[in-house]
């Protein structure tokens, strides 16, 4: 009798008002279900069908293959580089955004009457075009002498630098390029975050003589630690799709030392027409951005519970 009460709560009767208003939310989801599946599930679930057959997509039938792919991935030792290099520049993007976007909030977060100007300013960088401001950079790292960067070297005396050719520097502007882009938005969260503290516990501190320091450490980083934990999850995510930044700054070069799997995967998929290996790589990358996010989001909880 129990279960048949519960039950009756969970699963309004027909013709009341709660079972309209559940078929009222329904029919408001359906567009989005149906969106969703037609333009993301189903050419997920397509692709990781892919990842286990031979199939070039020009023509004829996709052929089972099994785990081949995904062995070849593992055997050929490119492929882990290629992996291991995304992480990597991930890692250091998400490490220069992180403390730049929290240093600049704590700036804006400050008393001032232009402070809307400057964050306008840090939030433009998110909403321009990946095609527009790339082609800046590019134009700012011609190797001739006489433009972009170079322009400024030589005539302050020094030589110009061939950035396309020197795998160090097409790492440091990668990972410049990215922490611009993404430095807005991080910003915008953690100004939110520094917005719901309550001020009268920087007033009570002050009062005690704790210094700005000090104040930052034991009032403001903990405060900010879901702020910290959602920039932290969404940055590792976003720095295992890093794509764009590579294809349209470095290309890869010099000679493929700034290659990504991202990157990779495209060339296969779109260029070699190997969409078997490119649905691999995919599930590959897929997983290895879960494993991440979820072992971060289990260190933080047990951190927590300590």
Partial sequence: MKNQ????????????????????????????????????LIPLLYGLYLGFTDYNGLGGKPVWVGLKNFETFFLISDFSILLLRQALLGTATLAVNTVLSFGMALLLNMKSRIKGVFRTAIYVPAVAASTTTTAIWVALLNPL?????????????????????SAMWMFFWIVIYNSWKSIGPAVILWLGGLQGIDPSLYEA???????????????TIPGLRYITMYILLTGIIGAMQMFDTVMLISGGSPYGQTDVLMFRIYRDGFRNFNLGMAGAESLILGLTTIVFAVGYFNLQQKGDNQ
């Fill in 145 to 165: 002498g006489n433009q972009g960067l170079n322009k400024i070297i030589t005539s302050l005396g020094g030589s110009a630098i061939a950035w396309n050719y």
């Fill in 205 to 219: 501190a002050q009062v005690d003589g704790a210094s700005f320091w000090q104040r930052i450490r034991y009032i």
């Fill in 5 to 40: 009460v519960n039950a009756k709560w969970l699963v309004p009767l027909k013709g009341t008002r709660r079972w309209r208003e559940a078929r009222r939310a329904y029919l408001i989801w359906c567009p989005l279900i149906f969106y969703t599946s037609i333009w993301s």
